[in-house]
């Protein structure tokens, strides 16, 4: 026979639930060992008749007792005893047994409930020294979507902070899109960011995307303004060749003056006798090549007037087609955004429906939930006032209340958030500026309709 020596029963309760006389009940774990016989380890739940099962000790009712209570129901349901044990080679021996040498602990305990305005309300695991505040914790926090009366599967809402963030970067990227049509319309060689500060935009992708759009912009007008040199350097290239030709014409004419006159006065002389017939049949062939010269000299001319009124024409319809163009981008570009406005507005209230917000988020003391325990005490439940720092027993069932008029803020929508940059921006600036500003405000955006660009660029 082996001898054990006598090991004090170990029982360890380590949460508040020993301190305030916690009762054992249906649902809690509990692990029983023996001290020398380490294969003789088990852990049974206690069943809805407040009974465990335990092998050579039988059923034993512990609900509703405290952790001394069953450490010494246990040990008094284990009279001295002998177990036989089979060592690896096969050889028996054999243990004594004594009550002291059972050692019992509770593993796991009841659940809690988290119930009201949580983002995840259910069912959520105890740990020793739980707290309100981490009960909420564990169900995500306090949310608006449950005090709303809204039924929502929680993973829902990190598809609605994505879709927020994607839509908040195409606004971004349409109104940054805009302004570059507009400077470029305006001839500007930049423009000025006019993004709501308060968009969930990292400030590296926005500093791209209106970088990009400079670059293009800058693109844009180089390509414009080479096209337009071109042409005018065509154009002052006509001017010249019209300036030549007008003084050869001059000089022509005068030569053919000369020759008419010279020509006459050969006719009268052979009219006389006094020239032979070969001197007026040369200066016959001189009016006529002088003729000729002329009227060569005006049809190239004409045909350079008419080269030049061709690129002047071009000219125009190279600068109506662009305005054009760009009138066009601009209504469609003002129709995207404000579809990204649209589609904005409504992740933003997805979000306010469902968004959660932590306790620190509360605004201010005026915004503290209204926190209620049930509690099952002997064999009613009570209803027990609590607050964030109320300490927990197995088995609470949490409900959270936020008053409807103690929301946490929901998510500002676009015009509110420019609203408030503009307001911000217009305490900031100094008092000369404020007068321009505000009559800058009142006229509206510097962005045009698409029927007014068109009604102000051809009316």
Known sequence: MLSVGWIPLLFTLVCNAAATGYKLAPGDAIEVTIAGLPEWHHRVTIQFDG???????????IGGLTAAEMRNKIAAALPTRLFRERTSEGREYTVLVLPTDIAATVVEYR?????GDVLTPGQYAFRPLMAVRQAVALSGGYSTIRASHAMLDPTRMVDFREDYNLHALEYARETVHLLRLQAELNDADSFEENIPATLPIPAADLANLVQ?????????????DQEIASIHAAMEQADGQIAILAQQ?????????SDAEELEKLTELFEAGNVPTTRVSEARRAVLLSSTRRLQTTVNMMEIQRGREDSARTLNRTMNLRRIGLLQDIRETSERLAGAE??????????????????????GT?????????????QDWRRLPADEHTELLPGDVVEVLLPSNQMPGRVAAIGEIDKASRSRQTAEQPAEQSAAIQTRQKQGPNIPSAEDAFKSEFD
Request: charged letters at 25%; hydrophobic letters at 35%.
């Open 51 to 61: 009974t465990i099962s335990l092998p050579t000790l039988g059923t034993i009712e």
């Open 111 to 115: 659940p809690i409930y988290v119930d």
């Open 212 to 224: 990009s759009e400079l670059n293009l912009l800058k693109i844009a007008r180089e390509n414009h």
């Open 249 to 257: 014409k001059e000089k022509e004419e005068s030569g053919a003056q």
């Open 342 to 363: 649209l589609r904005l507005r409504a992740a933003s209230e997805k979000l306010r429906l469902g968004g959660a917000t932590s306790p620190s988020e509360m605004p």
């Open 366 to 378: 005026a915004a503290q939930p209204v926190i209620t325990i049930m509690r099952k005490i002997e």
